[in-house]
Structure formats: structure tokens, C-alpha cells
């Protein structure tokens, strides 16, 4: 079993493999399935159903060793599979940084976007391979898969930043992310 790397952390390398979604050397790997999604689809009775169905994979992050401590600068792949739940876009839990800090996400194979709400406002950037998406301190964000093959993106965040996922169980996203045929669709989140 992988896990964060002790302190002090030496200088290194890490290999970067955008094709396996991949850090090397790597530390913990989470895998989330449809049923650790549950508040975050607006059709609950169609996920209520795939759940017990097939409850596929939805996405996974590979860390690397940087653990998440203060002054570090963690780094983490998030591959996100296509697919999508009564037409909603598969996605990520989503969560705000209770120590409000900036991150960016890197895109390396795939389409996808991340949708930001700082509580208030709500914006959708759209991420391809080579592009950076930028998340300034106190806009909550969650990634979806907008395209048909697996899209996968690096992020970089402070270590001391944290992940809260209640907030966006309580305040939602601002925006929700469908699929009309292969095509985007945004539509605004009523909570
Ligand atoms: C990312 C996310 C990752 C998975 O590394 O943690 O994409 O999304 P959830 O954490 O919302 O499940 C990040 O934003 N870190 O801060
Ligand atoms: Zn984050």
C-alpha cells in the first residue's frame, strides 16, 4: 500500500505518465464509485438504481508522495471516466478549501471543464491537454467529463488547504453539467 512520504521531503523527481494518469513514485490512490457520489446527482432515483445495478467507477486520484502538510505543495491525477447519470455528467464530489488557497488543474488527455461557485457566482472553464485551469481561494470546484474517452487533468494545491465536501452538499455547485447528445449543456443548480 502507497502512502504520503515523511517529513522532511528530500528534492526529487516525479514521473508524470498523462497516459496511465500516473505519478511515480506514487502515494495513496483513491477510487470513487457512483455510490460515494450520493447528494451530488439531481436525479435520485436513477443513481438509486445504478447503485444497486452496476455502481461503476467514476473516477480515481493518484497522488504522489507530497503529503498534504502545511508549506508542502501537494500534486494529484484525477481520472474521471466518461459517463454520465440520467444525463448528468459524471463528476467529482466536488469541495471547498476550508484554508481558502488557489490551485491549478493541468489538462493532460480529454475534455472536461471544472465548475466553480464561490457562493454567489458560478463559472464553467472548460480543460484540454495543455491547458490550465486556474482556482482562485474561496471558489468551491468539481470536475466533469465532458468528453467520450477518459479525461484526466494534474492538479497542484497547497498542503495546508484541506477539503471540506459538506460545504457543497449544503450550498451546491451554482451549476449542473449534462450531456444532450455528445453536446454540454449547463443549467443552474436549485438546491
Ligand atoms: C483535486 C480533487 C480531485 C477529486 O485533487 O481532490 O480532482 O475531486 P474531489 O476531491 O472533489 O473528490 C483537488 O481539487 N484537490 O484540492
Ligand atoms: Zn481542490
Partial sequence: MT???VPPINPHQIFLDANAGSLTPSGPTLIRRLSDLAGCFENNEI???EVS???PIVYQVISSTVPELPRELPQSITTI???NCGGELYMTKGHQHPDPQGEIYFGLEGIG???MFDGKEKKYVEITPGK???IPPG???RSVNSGGEAYKFLAVYPGSAGHDYGWVLENGMGLRAFSDG???VLKDFII
Fill in 132 to 134: 490550465i485551469g486556474y
Fill in 139 to 141: 471558489w468551491a470546484h
Fill in 182 to 184: 455528445g453536446k454540454l
Fill in 81 to 83: 471516466f466518461p459517463g
Fill in 53 to 55: 445495478s452496476t455502481n
Fill in 3 to 5: 502512502s504520503f512520504a
Fill in 47 to 49: 443513481f438509486e438504481s
Fill in 113 to 115: 471543464g471544472i465548475i
